[in-house]
């Protein structure tokens, strides 16, 4: 429908409305007040002296009745009296000038006061020829009056003001159909709700550690400002960027401060808003959408979370998907369609790629791609840096230091760090933020909080602490894996009953053969003090028990580390930093022998290492005692402690 017909069918349906309002509305209300009699009727009422107040016109007789009993009728006069005086100021009725009170009004004020309210009836008559009638109510001390029909006053205020005010409303509602992304009606209008903001108030400053990144958009910002320099080369400007990288690295960060530096039009819009707005209403939105941006050149559209629409086409979800798939279809047109250089760059944020359907990623729609990745530790530093900027940190603070301990976490958790330390610290009450606060967040962004009321019976809380005991001895013993950092038998919210945490001394991007061995028997440490003091193991080691098998899982079918097996890869990766949880990763297809030779190399590995690390603490096992009493004292360790007791001279 096109916007000439949308303002015909609005103003169409706003006037029948309109009408019905103004004037239907109070006939109506009037209509149901009143009760219509005969003229007989309303004779015989007169002359019961039940009639109260008469209003004549031409051709009816409108009125206030009582239709009680006869002994409340006096009260009801006296009333009536009572209220018109109150009405005429005090002065006897029309001599003061004032305007006869409408039946309306008196009924209402009746109503109010008598007691006998739903006795008093309006009534209507059809007027038939009469003379006595006058001496009638005469008679019977009726006071009446005669109606010169549509007084100017009732008509001013009943009529002609709300179509004056309805008018207004109208032109108003028309102007803002025709302007885009605002008035009120233009909620089913694409435009409207796709926010349009002119300063996002978030710049390059703002987002650190991913530099690439930035000088990427930073490119993407030159072209908006200054065109010509790349027209008169004859470049063209890419009209699509999609950012991938796992969740909480900074992308919709990343868009938003791109629109900040660039100071041009900025529409954003998530990817379900898109589906919500734009699916099941037909691509022509989707068109609008483009016709809108072109008109505001130079202007960025930001799609965040573009995996809800660009969803690989058919395939796997069987029906209903549809008006998803013309939307995107319209989309993929419209991004084609345009002239690469007016002004028009699409950005848009996943993190899931892989889902993406690859017409969206050929050539001149999305062909810059932007990684973002996990920061590595210069990276974290930088963006605590940012997140700590405007809090008081203490002297001793060393973010450094934390940056190093937090390999993996993303620019959101570093963000959650900071401000996990600005609430404890507020918490203890103290006004700066200090090096142990520091840790301290970052223990409960690791592993959830500290949970205090769940009281390990001493039985299970010496199993713990021989079991995190034992982790961190062959940590100790095994000479690639990563020093302990931290022992700990506090239970904690997501975490186990207790921690090992190990710190690698620098980035490590890459693994050795040997280095994973040391993990898998560290990862069995656990499980393997248990049974050396206990004589059995118990559940608590499921965990790592897994993380160990995944492990030699790996070394055999993705690293081709097993000789037996020789440099095969048998288990495909889509991409390297988005395993989709719960999701199979793909497996090749496999003979019987070579798989049943895989079970034989997993097992052995885990094998080997098991009887490694038992090995381990039993040579050790005066100092897996030693450790595990003073966990069971203190309940946290650090590295120094740990190292002292090692090393023999702690304690004797
Ligand atoms: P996503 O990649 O999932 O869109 P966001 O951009 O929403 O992640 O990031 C969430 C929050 O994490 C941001 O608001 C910001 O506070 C913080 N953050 C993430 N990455 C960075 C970064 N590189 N520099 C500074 N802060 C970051
Ligand atoms: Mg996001
Ligand atoms: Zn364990």
Redesign the pocket.
Known sequence: MDKKHRRILFSTAYWIIGLFLIFGLPQLWLHIQTRQISYAEFKSMVRQGRVLEVRMSQNEVKGLMFSGPAKDLPAVREHLIQIKRKLSGGEIWGVSGTQTPSLQDLLNKLRATATQKNDIVLFAAVRVKDPKLVEDLDAHGVDYSGVKESMFGQFLWGTLLPIVFWVGLWFLLLKGMGRPGAGLLSIGKSKAKIAMEKDTGVSFE?????DEAKDELEEVVEFMKRPQRYEKLGAKIPKGVLLL?P????????ARALAGEAKVSFYSISGSEFVEMFVGVGAARVRDLFTQAKKNAPCIIFI?EIDAIGKFRGGVTPGGHEEREQTLNQLLVEMDGFEPNIGVIILA?T?RPEVLDPALLRPGRFDRQVV?DA?DVQ?RE??LQ??GRNKPLAEDVDLKQIAMRTPGF???D??NVMNEAALLAAREGMDRITQSILEDAVDKVLTGPERKSRRLGDRERRRVAYHEAGHALVAHESPDAPPVAKISIIPRGRAALGYTLQLPVEEQYLMTKTEILDKICVSLGGRCAEKLIFGEVSSGAQNDLEMATEMAKSMVCRFGMSDDVGPMALTRETSSFLKLQGMEQQKEPMSPELSAKVDKEISRILNEQETRATQILEKNRHHLERVAEKLLADEVMSAEEFNKIINGNGGN
């Not at 969740?247 to 990343?254: F, I, S």
């Open positions: 703002d987002v650190a550690g991913c990288g969740p909480g690295t900074g992308k919709t960060l990343l965040d944020a993190n973002l920061p990276g930088a963006i940012v997140h993303s620019g959101a570093l963000a």
